[in-house]
């Protein structure tokens, strides 16, 4: 087996009957491994067209002349669309999680009189290829007057930057909110020690191999609209695009079949899937647009960019008495669907008991690429803040970064905790994980130790990271104080069928994170299935119950309920069939098999195929039971729910050219009660490899002259790939949490959090001696070459 | 005129098949494939050689078919992912990333197990850090690549008779 369980983790016994907790393998893998799998841009349409958009190559320009005349004239080219007619045709793109306190900022598909970002859409092309899409593009003539931009997060807001959006903002601060307990003024103000520096996060692309696409037809005369969308949120893409297209969502059916990676990415309507939909209404024939490389750099979204004005103050015992953390995101030229992180103000205080604490959130407008969500959603940015200037404050107390943060760290018996920002952590053992971390790379004796150079020349640091991560949504009502579009709850369907089998139905879509094989772990375990007895449909707005979708680490804990709720209906009305059949009473019933007998007799049985066909029927059942055997439930947690843990590095750093090596990298974690290990550990080193990437190499670099993105090709931008990761140990425990069913955390982006933490203070270890100080990801040689220069200047 | 009009036929070996076939001059070999053929099973993620969503095996070599124009194709043998299996049964190889957990959406899936067979022909087992330098042309955002790698030993293991050492994590 591939999950490597180790020392101080609790594992439930695996019993015949059990299989949640089990490595079963994934429902979803015998269709890719063998080249079926159905991604947006396998499916083609009989008299399919092929759309191409024209995009605005400015940061920031006055849009004064459109002449498509040419493209029109083009054999092959069927219809062309500018932003004047789209805005009449259309209503503008809704927000699905608006930013607290900010104005809506309304923006059509297609730019009318200026565009706010290079690649922002201004003319959409369909035709009979792509490649002739793309000849037209060519022939379009768009005069465009550039005016002064912005791209930069702290000239963006000087008195003499261009402002955005000057009919609804004075400013390019889109919206300011403060969270805030206790009196961090005071605390700090009176503490021993205070430390403040500015954390400065890069701005990334989430970068899913499969790119974002559509292919959607419509029928006039039957109303109906059928979209086929890589996307994990289909139910709130059929939401957004009934609002743009002034359509019923009746009149919509969104399928999302498997989606090439997502990570927050993919979750909402886009400019472009709203001019899909447009030309294919119009011209009543299916179109097809599928986003290029070239396009997915500069007109998707981005994630992360922010600076964090982090302090820290302690008492001389290294005690913790203030934290206050001033932070801006950027969130491009316009709001995306789901906008910039809003996740640092709810985890800005970590694992620690910090009572009195502010959190300050700033949103900002820039002329780039709008930032979105991606994986850990500002938990990551706010990890590295906190964890790096927590070294640091450790250092200047004498004290060693494991022991400050053991005199913090929250206690199992502290638990629950409400944060200074009133997100409520839920049971855990945070300080089991910080000393499991610490065993693994034996820092105690590490640390008591000089750092001089090794043999070869490199010294070897130590860097810790401990971390919470929020799963799921405290509350539906919670959500709606924000104004977001959107529940937190999941729902399901179940229904049998005549093979004896059980077939579900759930709005969350399939990109990778096991969600089919999840699910019917959990369905099979309480309804008494075979695994292989039950199918999973999965992202089909027209088969499944309304539901909220995949993201935000919230999809088991809420479907996990939903599962259950639906199967145990099932289950019971099975017995109440099987009591008629078997005359006897449902309580000296048991189901075994995929059948139920009598536990007095278990010769006596009917098996499930039986039961089901005679539910199906009507033929067989007691008088006063309805016919049909199906059951869906919707469920919402009773609240959110805390994964949390610590991850150790340690580096090799050579002193004279701040090149290091990454020689181990520990993540300790809990994930409450894993469903499926092996899902858990490929969600845990998935994430971690994004979150190592954002840490060493990858940043969206804008030219501060020409407001132009300069590495926005698979060429100039650098991910992981196999031979640049580091080795990796996963160690976990197991808190089930107390407010999810079966205990479970949410575990899809906890690993984007510690790496960047964990790797700057190893390299600062190192480099103590040279008083090297980093604020700034990703961490490059040449960053650390640089500090180490600057540490020996002063 | 239009360069989707300049068509040339060509013929070539396609998992098993010959077939004969005329495709315009511009196209590229990922899109003949998927298009034409509707071997969509080979995917496309930037054209641009890079990401290795469309690695193939043309005359058992392994190469990106985004970097090919299809009349390259012509007189070639052509695998994709879809002549991997024995009908309805995975192969060993399929089956060891099954196994390992070495997908998760799945999109690199097929580059992977075209890099994979191909790395047979060494005729031993490769070491963690070859394998790691070898599959560095196809990138994989969901898995973090451990699972892949695992996988592949486990099935060079198996193809050349030898366990692979396992749980040493590199
Ligand atoms: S599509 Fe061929 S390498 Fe990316
Ligand atoms: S499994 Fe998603 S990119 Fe590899």
Request: proline share 5%.
């Given at each position: 087996m ?70 029109e ?5 069927v ?6 007619r ?17 104005p ?5 598909a ?55 959006h000057p009919?609804?903002?004075?400013s ?65 893409v059929r ?9 019923d ?12 990676g ?11 899937d ?16 599928i986003?290029?490389?070239?396009e997915?750099?500069?007109a ?12 820290i ?27 910039s ?7 800005f ?5 910090v ?25 990551p ?15 200047r107390l ?5 022991e ?34 610490a ?18 020349g ?20 919670f959500?709606a ?9 999941e ?13 579900l ?13 999840a ?6 375990q309480?309804?008494g ?6 199918r999973?449909h999965?992202?089909?707005?027209g ?59 278990q010769?006596?049985?009917i ?26 439930a ?25 090149d ?11 994930c409450?009660?894993?469903?499926n ?18 840490a ?10 020409t407001?132009?993105?300069?590495n926005g ?18 160690l ?63 | 005129?239009?360069?989707s009009?300049?068509r ?43 990401c290795?969503?469309?690695?193939i ?11 090919l ?27 060891a990333?099954?196994?390992h ?6 999109f ?17 087992v ?45």
């Open positions: 591939n999950f490597q369980v180790t020392a101080g983790v609790d594992m439930p016994a695996d019993t015949d009957r059990a299989i949640i907790g089990r490595s079963v393998p994934r429902k979803e893998d015998d269709r890719l491994l063998r080249g079926g799998g159905l991604f947006a841009d396998d499916v083609t349409l009989a008299h399919q067209l092929e759309m191409a958009v024209a995009r605005c190559p400015f940061p920031h320009a006055r849009i004064l002349r459109v002449d498509t005349t040419a493209a004239a083009l054999p092959g080219v219809q062309v669309l500018d932003g004047r789209v805005a009449e045709l259309s209503e503008p793109l809704t927000v699905l999680r608006p930013v607290p306190g900010a809506s900022l309304p923006y059509y297609l730019a009318r009189d200026r565009a706010t970002h290079e690649g922002q859409p201004v003319v959409s092309v369909v035709a009979v290829t792509r490649a002739i899409a793309e000849d037209a593009l060519e022939l379009i003539e768009i005069e465009y007057e550039p005016i002064p931009h912005v791209t930069d997060m702290t000239a963006t807001l000087e008195p003499d930057a261009p402002v955005l009919d609804v903002l004075e390019n601060l889109m919206a300011s909110n403060v969270d805030r307990a206790g009196e961090p003024e005071a605390q700090r103000d009176a503490a021993h020690a205070v430390l403040a520096d500015r954390f400065v996060v890069n701005r990334v692309a989430p970068l899913p191999m499969e790119t974002r696409g559509i292919v959607v037809s419509w029928r006039s005369g039957a109303r109906a609209l059928d979209v086929r969308s890589s996307t994990q949120v289909p139910h709130l939401k957004q695009l009934a609002e743009s297209l002034r359509l969502e009746s009149s919509i059916r969104v399928v999302a079949s498997d989606v090439g997502a990570y927050g990415l993919k979750l909402g309507a886009f400019p472009e709203i001019l899909a939909c447009l030309h294919a209404m119009l011209l009543e024939r299916p179109v097809k647009w986003e290029d490389r070239m997915y750099f500069r998707s979204t981005h994630g992360r960019e922010a600076f964090h004005d982090m302090m103050a302690a008492d001389k015992d290294g005690r913790i008495t203030s934290i206050m953390n001033e932070y801006t995101t950027d969130i491009g030229g316009w709001n995306s669907p789901f906008g992180s809003q996740l640092s103000s709810v985890t205080t970590g694992p620690y008991r009572a009195d604490a502010q959190v300050k959130r700033n949103v900002v407008l820039t002329n780039k690429t709008p930032v979105g969500a991606y994986r850990g959603y500002g938990q940015e706010v990890n590295f803040a906190r964890e790096v200037l927590l070294d640091r404050l450790a250092r004498n004290k060693s970064p494991l400050m943060r053991r005199l913090n760290m929250l206690r199992p018996e502290d638990l629950p905790w409400t944060t200074p920002s009133r997100a409520i952590y839920d049971n855990g053992d945070y300080l089991r994980t910080l000393e499991m971390a065993t693994a790379v034996d820092y105690e004796r590490h640390w008591a130790a000089s750092r001089k150079p090794r043999g070869d490199r010294i070897v640091g130590i860097g810790l990271s401990s971390f919470v991560e929020r799963t799921g949504y405290a509350s539906a009502r959500l104080n924000r104004g977001s579009q959107f529940g937190a709850h729902s399901v369907t179940l229904r049998v069928n005549r093979s004896g089998g059980v077939d139905y759930t709005g969350v879509s399939t990109f990778g994170q096991g969600s089919e094989t699910f019917a772990q959990i369905c099979a309480v309804l299935i075979d695994y292989d007895f039950v999973v999965a992202g089909d707005t088969a499944s119950p309304l539901n909220t979708g995949a993201f935000a680490s919230r999809t088991l804990i809420a479907a996990a309920g939903a599962l259950k709720e639906a199967a145990e209906a099932i289950r019971d009305k099975v017995l109440v069939i099987a009591a008629m059949a078997l005359e006897a009473e449902t309580d000296a019933l048991e189901i075994r098999d995929m059948a139920v007998c009598l536990k007095a007799d010769g006596r049985s098996s499930f195929k039986d039961i089901f066909n005679r539910a199906i029927t009507g033929q067989g059942i007691p008088e006063g039971i309805a016919p049909g055997l199906e059951a869906t919707h469920f919402e947690p009773r609240s959110a729910s805390f994964s949390f843990g610590t991850a150790a590095a340690v580096v090799a750093v050579d002193p004279a050219t701040g290091f090596e990454i020689e181990r990298f520990v993540m300790v974690h809990d409450g009660v894993p469903v290990p092996l899902l858990v550990e490929g969600q845990v080193r998935g994430a971690l490899v994004q979150g190592l990437g954002a060493l190499d990858e940043e969206l670099r804008y030219d501060p002259e407001g132009q993105l300069m090709s698979m060429m100039d931008y650098f991910a992981p790939m196999a031979s640049d990761v580091p080795p990796i140990e996963l976990h425990t197991e808190v089930p949490s107390d407010v999810t069913p079966f205990g479970v955390r949410g575990v899809g982006e906890v690993g984007t959090i510690p790496p960047a933490a964990a790797l700057t203070n190893a390299v600062c270890d190192a480099l103590v001696d040279f008083g090297v100080e980093i604020s700034q990801m990703p961490l490059t040689p040449e960053r650390i070459w640089r500090a180490i220069r600057a540490g020996a200047a002063s | 005129m239009t360069a009009t300049n040339v036929e060509i013929s070539l070996e396609i998992n098993g098949r010959t077939i004969t076939q005329s495709v315009p001059v511009r196209m590229h070999a990922a899109d003949f494939l998927r298009q034409t053929l509707g071997l969509t099973g080979t995917h496309i993620g930037c054209e641009q050689g890079v290795g969503m469309c690695t095996s043309v005359d058992d070599r392994v190469v990106k078919s985004c970097l124009l299809a009349v390259q194709l012509d007189g070639a043998r052509v695998r994709t992912v879809e002549a991997l299996s024995d009908g309805d049964r995975l192969s060993l190889l399929q089956e990333f099954k196994r957990h070495a997908l998760q959406c799945g690199c899936t097929p580059g992977f197990l075209a890099v994979a067979k191909s790395l047979e022909a060494w005729g031993r490769l070491t963690r850090a070859e394998i790691r330098d070898e599959i560095s042309g196809v990138l994989c955002r969901c898995t973090g690549y451990e699972g892949i790698v695992r996988a592949i030993e486990d099935y060079l293991g198996a193809v050349h008779g030898m366990s692979a050492q396992t749980e040493v994590p590199a």
